[in-house]
């Protein structure tokens, strides 16, 4: 019996899949493994982990595996796709692929039609391919100067609207959670705090502003619908390059943060729509971890440099 592994590797988490030619026997899930992000040895340390755990939950051992493809953030560039490779290859036995996660995640959606995918988690960007063959993309620069309607974004926006508000004399109930959220006890034990080098994981903070406005913060609301705004305009660059003129562009939506709020989903949706009348999101749960997988039972065989 032949093994085959499928791994998709975000900034915030990795999850696994392990199967034989047909069947899927097991999974496992760990931190993230973004090497841009943790650096090496926390990468190794979080695909160990999954690995393991699916390994042990199908009794078998990681070196009998003989195909991996491995969908990680930043493995669409050769150089982090390169120690990715080595660090996996390390793991398990057989042939290792490394590609970057949109195009994993593009795959679970689309298979090989046209359409875009807009990913928002730790990161954001969206990604395209036509009927031609030709691809496209927009954001996932990195959160210092890209990553717009992220969770990294929504961090740092939410602290930045509260601040707001206290430059106004006012005090919204969103600036106290994020002050008590990054552990200090002040506003301006919380200015030092997300100034720090190195600085806090404003991702994390992207559930306390969710749950701020659905218990109604105006503040938390905003942001979250703006979030949805800059991830239509990421759309929107990459159908306008790709589909420019299209009666109809298939759409599709993954990632912690779209999954997570229907204010950011429903924002998105509602500017992409008034742009495009012609969109057409695609609905259901995008699986690129199962992607991964069937890739790796299709022996691509190759080092990827596609979008990361």
């Known amino acids: 019996m032949a093994f085959f592994l499928g791994i998709d590797g975000g900034g915030s988490k990795t999850r696994c899949v392990l199967g034989d030619e047909q069947t899927l026997l097991a999974s496992g899930s760990s931190s993230g493994c973004n090497v841009l992000r943790v650096g090496e040895a926390c990468a190794q340390s979080s695909l160990q982990a999954a690995i393991h755990e699916a390994c042990v939950q199908a009794g078998v051992s990681p070196r009998v595996i003989i195909r991996t493809c491995a969908g990680v953030a930043g493995g669409g560039r050769r150089e982090i796709a390169e120690v990715l490779r080595r660090v996996i290859a390390g793991i398990v036995g057989g042939e290792v692929e490394v590609t970057g996660d949109t195009e994993i995640a593009f795959e679970a959606a689309f298979g090989s039609r046209p359409g875009v995918i807009i990913i ?43 601040m707001r508000f206290h430059d106004r004399g006012e005090s919204p109930g969103l600036l106290q959670d994020l002050i008590a959220a990054v552990g200090a006890k002040s506003v301006e034990e919380l200015v030092v705090t997300v100034n720090k080098n190195p600085e806090p994981d404003f991702a994390a903070l992207f559930p306390l502003v969710l749950a701020a406005a659905e218990a109604g913060d105006l503040v938390a609301d905003a942001v979250l619908k703006c979030a949805g705004g800059w991830l239509a305009e990421l759309a929107h660059i990459v159908i306008r390059r790709l589909f420019n003129g299209a009666a109809q562009v298939r759409v599709a939506a993954h990632g912690g943060v779209v999954t997570s709020s ?24 995008v699986y690129p971890a199962g992607a991964a997988l069937e890739r790796a039972r299709r022996g691509t065989g190759r080092m990827a440099a596609g979008p990361s």
């Open 120 to 162: 928002s988690g730790t990161g954001s960007m969206a990604y395209g391919k036509n009927a031609r063959g030709e691809t496209a993309r927009a954001g996932g620069w990195g959160h210092a100067i890209s990553d717009e309607g992220s969770g990294h974004w929504i961090g740092v926006a939410a602290i930045r609207e509260a």
């Open 262 to 285: 229907a204010r950011v989903k429903d924002s998105l949706v509602e500017r992409l729509q008034a742009q495009w009348p012609g969109v057409d999101f695609v609905c259901g749960e």
